[in-house]
């Protein structure tokens, strides 16, 4: 468990050195993004703490902290070449921690398993387990100590590659099996942020990995991500209720507002609430089942989504080898949260593309299951790709 009192009292918050901080830019070069790498030199629960930077030659620029394995900030150019920071956060490691006053999963690497399950409670090879819950009684995103507020240990980092690994112990919010679990980011030529996440087990257990970041392709955190427009290669979704929880149906896209089979506006049916999903998660914060998962296999060489932001002409593309794909509108965002510069970020400031298993897939045998036995190795692959258009 973190020990806020230390980070809220943190002293002796030295200034990164190149040396010191492996791949972060040294203060007097400074970064694109603004962000000071001092702010995120610290130590939690004795393991250090850094903000670690990826480049390309294109001038793409993507800082990440092993707090969490958050994605910080995603410096691209729009169409007149000018640099955006096209994802929220916070600019200090004391506000990622602080799970009490900022709560939030800005960025994350979630595990073990990302989304929610039914009351928390699981059944494996017919024992069954009691997950720590922390949302409308059921577990989400790992529990109210998941991996997004945990220290992932760092083990490769040059200009192109941040890779680190996390331990979980067996019981970890209630989860069995004692899981090591990597994640990979590769800052491509091409500007795509490449996402592997790998994990093992020496007790059959379940995992479920995704990353968390929030997407605002304007650049302007200030404004909605209501203009920007968003197809999903998706015919079906999963339905949920007023808890957030799957049904276990799946139900067709087309002639409701979840159908974004051609591309439009977010906000175009947003908030329609005659349709009850809209209704139940104020906007959309709903799982796509995904045409690029056929036969047990996802094609991750074909878009599974995209967004394009009218304003800076920036794109987003995301492939992935999962079955699902979770869209989420930055609902909960109320201009309370102070995020990077001081900018309160007003509801829908941010979108999710989450991929991932269906939620509740341990508890609903109709899907792709999660679960994983000693001696397998789980493997997911996420790729966030930017372009301009």
Same mark, same amino acid.
């Given at each position: ?37 001092? !702010?995120?030199?610290?130590?939690? /629960?004795? &393991?250090?703490?850094?903000? $670690? +930077? *990826?480049?390309?030659? =294109?001038?793409?620029? %993507? ?108 019981? !970890?919010?209630?989860?069995?099996? /004692?899981? &090591?679990?990597?994640?990979? $980011? +590769? *800052?491509?030529?091409? =500007?795509?942020?490449? %996402? ?194």
């Amino acid at each position: 468990m973190i020990n806020l009192k230390s980070i809220a009292g943190c002293v002796a918050v030295v200034a990164c050195t190149l040396t010191a901080c492996n791949n972060a830019a040294p203060e007097a070069e400074g970064l694109k993004s603004g962000l000071n790498p001092a !702010d995120f030199d610290t130590v939690i /629960n004795k &393991k250090q703490v850094k903000l $670690y +930077t *990826l480049r390309n030659a =294109n001038g793409v620029e %993507i800082d990440i902290t092993n707090f969490g394995g958050r994605v910080v900030s995603i410096m691209v150019p729009d169409r007149d070449g000018h640099f955006q920071d096209v994802v929220l956060g916070y600019d200090n490691v004391a506000q990622y921690a602080d799970s009490v006053n900022s709560p939030s999963d800005f960025g994350a690497a979630i595990g073990r398993y990302a989304n929610r399950i039914n009351k928390g409670q699981i059944e494996i090879e017919g024992q069954k387990y009691q997950l720590a819950t922390n949302n409308f009684g059921h577990c989400l995103h790992g529990g109210p100590s998941g991996w997004q507020y945990q220290v992932y240990d760092v083990v490769e980092s040059n200009d192109s590659v941040l890779k680190m690994t996390i331990a979980s112990p067996d019981g !970890d919010n209630g989860f069995p099996g /004692n899981v &090591k679990a990597t994640v990979t $980011y +590769t *800052l491509t030529s091409n =500007n795509a942020l490449d %996402i592997a996440f790998e994990g093992t087990t020496d007790k059959t257990t379940i995992i479920n990995m995704t990353n968390h970041s929030y997407f605002n392709l304007s650049g302007d955190p200030t404004t909605t991500v209501l203009d920007q427009e968003l197809w999903i290669n998706a015919a079906k979704f999963t339905p949920s209720d007023a808890t957030y929880m799957t049904t276990g149906e799946e139900k067709a896209v087309e002639g409701t507002p979840m159908n974004f089979t051609t591309q439009h506006a977010i906000g175009e049916q947003i908030n329609d609430t005659t349709f009850e999903q809209l209704k139940n998660a104020n906007g959309y914060d709903h799982n796509w089942c995904l045409l690029t998962y056929k036969d047990g296999k996802g094609d991750d060489t074909t878009p599974c989504a995209r967004v394009y932001s009218p304003k800076t002409g920036i794109e987003l593309t995301v492939y992935t080898s999962e079955p699902g794909l979770q869209v989420y509108t930055g609902n909960f965002l109320e201009g309370k949260v102070i995020g990077k510069k001081g900018v309160k970020y007003p509801q829908r400031s941010g979108i999710c593309l989450e991929s991932q298993k269906y939620p509740d897939s341990p508890n609903k045998k109709q899907w792709a299951s999660p679960l994983l036995k000693a001696g397998e190795k789980y493997t997911s692959h996420l790729v966030y790709a930017f372009a301009v258009k």
